[in-house]
């Protein structure tokens, strides 16, 4: 599971649109690439012409792993993941209604069209093979409101102008601290239910032993058992599989991080689904960990599909070389 895949995929429409920009990448056999992160900078831009009005998204900073301060036609300012700009489709197991040739803005395209309508919408996604982008968007909401929304350009075909960091991590000392957003999803055709919890872990002062007193606990404890709470444990360790390395985008820069799986049981040993660790590497430091599981009870309903996800949003112990 991609970080960006539990991203609530708002249904909105989109029609055909003709530019110009981007033709050249069709002059090619190869097939196209599209990033799966974004940087400061990065932007977006949609047509909807039942609207007859543009919106541009500007990327102005990451927050975290798939979470980003995102500018919308420099009016609003919202927090938000990936596949709130750019909504890119997992379209194994869904049928293919058919293909059809089309004007956008890489150019003419074969595009494949997929009905993703429900619960009374109507939905046609034009969507792009190689990448999943859907490049046209077009329906009728519960209301039966006609709408349409055409992707007319994006920076996310391009390679990114950043180049790797190294980070290292510094010694606790009184006022060292880090955050992690808890967050929940429970997902059920279109109901969604979220939690998030912001949990902090912040060190008030240094004993003349070496350990630590934090904020909120009564009982010291080691540099190494606060390091702990920043890295993956042995038993995680022992029983995962480095799966893929790939490169990141963070609030500390563009970086290469492995990830991991490992097997979620619970305590009678049944399969609760595999867990993922994104990891930069030299340090050990887990900036994102999540599990997916499906048919799970919450609040007397079960839900299709859960997400849990554990990210790293602020250390004050990273240290970015230069």
């Known amino acids: 599971m991609n970080p960006k895949s539990v991203a609530i995929i708002v249904v909105v429409a989109i029609v055909v649109a003709g530019v110009s920009y981007g033709t050249y990448l069709m002059d090619s056999d190869e097939k196209l690439e599209l990033r799966d992160y974004l940087v400061e900078g990065d932007w977006v831009e949609y047509y909807y012409e039942n609207l007859d009005q543009t919106e541009r998204f500007t990327v102005q900073s990451v927050i975290s792993i798939n979470n980003y301060e995102i500018s919308v036609s420099g009016q609003d300012t919202v927090r938000a993941p990936y596949g709130y700009v750019l909504n890119v489709v ?33 939905a046609l996604l034009f969507v792009e093979p190689d990448t999943g982008l859907v490049i046209i968007e077009e329906g009728s909401d519960s209301e ?13 075909f391009d390679d990114a102008d950043s180049a790797l960091v190294d980070i290292a991590l510094a010694q606790p000392v009184a006022g060292s601290a ?39 606990q009564e009982t010291p404890t080691t540099v190494e058992e606060f390091m702990a709470g920043l890295m993956m444990t042995d038993e995680e360790i022992s029983g995962s599989t480095l799966i893929e390395t790939k490169v990141f985008s963070t609030q500390w820069g563009v970086m290469e991080c492995d990830v991991y799986t490992m097997q979620n049981l619970d305590d009678e040993g049944k399969d609760l689904g595999e867990r993922q660790f994104i990891v930069e590497p030299d340090t050990g430091l887990v900036l994102m960990t999540w599990v997916e599981m499906h048919d799970v009870e919450y609040e007397g309903v079960v839900w299709e599909q859960y997400v849990s996800e554990f990210t790293l949003t602020e250390c004050s112990l990273v240290l970015v070389a230069d």
Do not use: P, W
Not at 144 to 156: D, E
Not at 187 to 198: A, N, P
């Open 90 to 122: 997992d379209t194994e197991g869904l049928e293919c209604l058919r293909s059809e040739r089309v004007d956008t803005f890489l150019g003419e395209i074969e595009c494949d069209v997929y009905d993703m309508g429900f619960s009374g919408t109507e």
């Open 144 to 156: 039966g409101n006609a709408y349409n929304k055409v992707l007319t350009g994006t920076s996310v």
């Open 178 to 216: 880090f955050t992690h957003l808890d967050e929940y999803y429970y997902i059920s055709g279109d109901l969604f239910q979220y939690e998030g919890t912001d949990i902090s872990v912040t060190v008030d002062s240094v004993n003349d032993d070496g350990t630590l007193n934090l904020v909120g």
